[in-house]
Nanobody
Framework: QLQLAESGGGMVQPGGSLRLSCAAP????????VGWFRQAPGKEREGVSC????????YYGDSVKDRFRISRDNAKNTVYLQMNSLKPEDTAVYYC??????????????????WGQGTQVTVSS
C-alpha cells in the first residue's frame, strides 16, 4: 500500500562499497521502523539491518555486522545502508521494509508490512 523506492544497487568488486537508499515519496518515515532484507537465488530472505523510528536502536545480521551501517536522515526522508568490504556472499536483491510505530526489538521480516521492489547488489571480480 505504501510506496518505497530502493536505489543504489549495482555491481562492485569484492572489497568495494555501496550505499543503498530507501526513500518514501508519499509519506514521512520518522514514525516508521525500517529494515533492510536480502534474498539470494535459492535462499530464504534474511534480515540485514533494522533501525528504530528514533534511530536509538539498530540491529545487524551476524554476517554483516562491522561491515554495514544503517542510518536515517529525516531531512531527506531517507534511510541508508552503507555497505563496506563487500563480499561475493553479499550478492542478493536488497529490499527496504517499513512498519509504523513498531517498537523495534528484533530484525525479522514478519514484523514489517510494507515493502519496496528491491535493488540488485552484485559483488563479483
Amino acid at each position: 500500500q505504501l510506496q518505497l523506492a530502493e536505489s543504489g544497487g549495482g555491481m562492485v568488486q569484492p572489497g568495494g562499497s555501496l550505499r543503498l537508499s530507501c526513500a518514501a515519496p508519499g509519506f514521512t518515515l520518522d514514525r516508521y521502523a525500517v529494515g533492510w532484507f536480502r534474498q539470494a537465488p535459492g535462499k530464504e530472505r534474511e534480515g540485514v539491518s533494522c533501525i528504530s523510528s528514533s534511530s536509538s536502536r539498530t540491529y545487524y545480521g551476524d554476517s554483516v555486522k562491522d561491515r554495514f551501517r544503517i542510518s536515517r536522515d529525516n531531512a531527506k526522508n531517507t534511510v541508508y545502508l552503507q555497505m563496506n568490504s563487500l563480499k561475493p556472499e553479499d550478492t542478493a536483491v536488497y529490499y527496504c521494509a517499513v512498519e509504523l510505530d513498531l517498537l523495534l526489538r528484533r530484525c525479522v521480516s514478519s514484523d514489517f508490512g510494507s515493502w519496496g521492489q528491491g535493488t540488485q547488489v552484485t559483488v563479483s571480480s
